[in-house]
């Protein structure tokens, strides 16, 4: 992923998106780790819909022995440098908020929503 890529990077409107985000800048992440915190089974998805938005999001494989003794390699998912940084400033200035408090917000909005819909 070139700079211009790192630099067009927009965000994402997606919960599970931001979620995986979210922990991708804390550090690498299984594909395992990144379906229980989309809570979903479709990580390659999420993490093929980030890079198509800009995230610069690397594969490592990492060699182990499977638990049928075999040698075999898993993929971790971690941001770039670069992307790490174009992540954290899109954050910054997401609503003019934290994403965090911004989700318990829209959260918020829809329970009261469905509160004076009773």
Same mark, same amino acid.
């Given at each position: 992923? /070139? %700079? ?9 409107? %997606?919960?599970?998106? =931001? $979620?995986?985000?979210? *922990?991708?800048? /804390?550090?690498?992440?299984? @594909?395992?780790?990144? /379906? $229980? ?7 390659? &998805?999420?993490?093929?819909? =980030? @890079?198509? !938005?800009?995230? *610069?999001?690397?594969? /490592? ?6 638990? &049928?003794?075999? #040698? %075999? #390699? ?6 770039? #440098? &670069?992307? #790490? $940084?174009?992540? $954290? ?11 965090? !408090?911004?989700? !318990? ?14």
């Amino acid at each position: 992923m /070139d %700079s211009s890529e790192i630099a067009d990077f927009g965000g994402t409107a %997606s919960r599970r998106e =931001l $979620r995986v985000l979210l *922990a991708l800048v /804390d550090g690498p992440r299984t @594909r395992e780790d990144v /379906d $229980r915190i989309a809570r979903a089974s479709n990580g390659p &998805d999420i993490i093929h819909r =980030l @890079r198509h !938005k800009g995230a *610069a999001i690397v594969t /490592d494989l990492v060699p182990h022995i499977t638990a &049928d003794g075999e #040698r %075999s #390699r898993h993929g971790l998912y971690s941001l770039t #440098r &670069d992307g #790490r $940084r174009a992540v $954290r400033e899109w954050l910054r200035g997401a609503a003019g908020t934290t994403p965090r !408090k911004a989700q !318990k917000g829209r959260t918020g909005t829809a329970q009261r929503s469905t509160e004076a819909a009773r």
